[in-house]
């Protein structure tokens, strides 16, 4: 059997939505999102047009590039935003001009310590030009010479866009999944986050859903102001967990970044099902916090976001370059990614307060759930059903259970399940925030 099948559907998306040059807008996020609404026909894909105010915020000028390079007196090109998009600023205003080799300097942006890598660098909300570039290339520049730098690109009145799934579920208490568009060709951060959540939208359309799920598609940061500016009340009153989904991709952590809170239904239930379900990950602190979360934890926003990763943005040195590439995220990193939120997200399906029905332990053997005989050995088979059961009391739900009795949540559900269906435990619903 194909250990990593869902890896590998996500990682060829990432393949193929890999050349795109992206930004918070223009036609790279439309292709993106088009994309998407093929995978997922129910998307609606939103447009925001550019001056629109949110909250402190102004949606930016639409941004579109065609070409750019930078040239020398030979007419050779030294950097070629058609070779990989990352050459051009993000947001460079149009240029074509003959400049002196200190004029360039400035414009230049390079990494000492990483000197084969092309950074990513961007100027949403201050005009400006500028070309990034391998620090050894930059090197073989002459201090003598003068260079033509050419970028083809259009920021004028647009629109913002996004795109939204509502899956409706039995229930109209929301799970909130949110991943972002808009950077050009990077993988792990950012490829990985749009593909999983692709993966797990379709997965979750089959499923028997308690919760509805809102899934959406957005340029990091102003579009999570955007989201936020235009459904504020709806998220407060009806999201009871959610999650960022970035940096998803690669095969080497498992990192963990909490909500504001630090102690909501997500986190509860991400700590749980990383603790049980990898071998290990590592706990950040919300000071460490770099995507939607900042505006999703914000105070008169205060949702309770927090986010699963493998290797966290800022954290690895492939971060922002042209390193984090279709080499840096691999289809089993890809399934890790997908594998753990999935199971977090049955925990929270799950993550009911049970009741047992009756007084003292039920005579389990009637059930077929205790051995025969009572034989020492048989007992530890037993045991996680008959500690389960004893911490029934209509107070702990399966996550704090699972902490009690020290036994993978996932494991519990099915035990629950079971215990549901021969009626010896009933479900308590509560506020559950
Ligand atoms: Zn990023």
Redesign the pocket.
């Known amino acids: 059997m194909n250990k990593h099948k869902e890896g590998e559907k996500i990682y060829s998306w990432i393949k193929h939505l890999f050349p795109i040059c992206r930004s918070i807008t223009g036609e790279g996020v439309r292709t993106t999102l088009k994309f998407l609404k093929k995978e997922l026909n129910n998307i609606k894909i939103k447009s925001v047009s550019s001056g629109t105010k949110v909250f402190d915020w102004k949606v930016p000028y639409e941004w579109n590039i065609k070409s750019g390079y930078i040239e020398d007196d030979y007419g050779k090109k030294i950097v070629d935003f058609k070779k990989n998009n990352l050459h051009v600023v993000g947001y460079s205003t149009p240029i074509n001009k003959l400049v002196s080799f200190s004029e360039l300097n400035k414009h230049l942006f390079s990494l000492p310590k990483q000197p084969n890598a092309i950074p990513y660098v961007t100027s949403y909300y201050n005009e400006t030009w500028g070309f990034c570039i391998s620090h050894n290339k930059r090197k073989t520049l002459n201090k003598k010479k003068k260079y033509r730098v050419v970028i083809n690109s259009t920021l004028k009145k647009g629109f913002l866009n996004y795109a939204e799934l509502v899956i409706k579920g039995k229930e109209d208490k929301e799970i909130l999944l949110s991943t972002y568009i808009c950077?050009p060709s990077l993988a792990n951060?950012?490829l990985s986050g749009p593909c999983v959540a692709l993966a797990i939208a379709k997965w979750i359309k089959k499923k028997n859903r308690r919760y509805t799920y809102r899934i959406i598609f957005i340029p990091e940061t102003i579009g999570s102001i955007v989201y936020i500016s235009r459904h504020l009340s709806h998220l407060k009153k009806k999201v009871i967990a959610g999650f960022v989904i970035t940096c998803i991709g690669d095969n080497n952590n498992y990192s963990y970044l909490p909500s504001r809170n630090g102690n909501t239904l997500s986190d509860r239930a991400s700590k749980s099902a990383l603790m049980y379900n990898v071998k290990n990950f590592k706990t950040y602190s919300f000071l460490d916090r770099g995507s939607d979360e900042r505006q999703f934890c914000s105070p008169n926003v205060d949702l309770p976001i927090c986010s699963i990763m493998r290797s966290k943005?800022h954290e690895y040195s492939e971060y922002?370059t042209s390193e984090d590439d279709l080499k840096f995220i691999s289809s089993e990193g890809l399934q890790g990614g997908f594998d753990i939120l999935k199971k977090t997200l049955e925990i929270i399906e799950f993550n009911y307060i049970y009741k047992a029905k009756f007084p003292c332990e039920p005579q389990l053997g009637k059930y077929k759930l205790y051995p025969k005989m009572s034989i020492k050995d048989n007992y530890a088979e037993s045991k996680n059903l008959i500690n389960f059961l004893a911490h029934c009391d209509g107070k702990n739900d399966l996550i704090e259970i699972s902490n009690k009795i020290n036994v993978n949540p996932i494991d519990l559900i099915e035990l629950s399940s079971k215990l549901f269906k021969l009626n010896l435990i009933v479900k308590i619903k509560k506020k559950l925030l």
């Open positions: 950077h951060d950012n943005y922002h």
